[in-house]
């Protein structure tokens, strides 16, 4: 684990696949994918060894966002991460916000970016913005040429109340 995670309940010998086990984080979060890109938010959260079949984590965290726009301004996300080598890269559901993320009125209007390769191996969200009854949120990322758009727009008289992400080595 690195300086940024650490092991407050470690795994009990003889339990399947760490079942138990817990771990805080204060992980980076960056405008790029990439170690030399700008720390926009903070993810903070503990995560738990909670299935025996094989090793799955639930996961509780807050994205603490530290750059100008949103400084002090959170979501708080949960759910499941299994083992990305099984295919179970995880679902995590955004659960709450404060700060720029409180409205309990916004709706999601449209949802755009684009999508590329990153590193010969994944495709990747390289840019996202999010349009409500209330603001435009982004860009975030980048974009670039040769990255596919994407556009994401309920029917009329319709909205998107909510989204969810996967987690794995990527954003994908």
Known sequence: MGNNEFNIVPAVSGVPNVLGQSNICDWDIRDVPDTKGIVVARLQGIGISSR?????????????FTDRRFKGSTLSVQGLIGPATLGDEGDLAVVGGTGEFVYAQETIKVIYGSTGNYDGVHDVVTSLTIVTNVTTYGPYGKQSAGNTPFHIAPPNNQSIVGFYGRVGEVLD
Do not use: C, G, R, Y
């Open 52 to 64: 025996k079949s094989n090793q799955s984590w639930h996961n509780t965290f807050n994205v603490v």
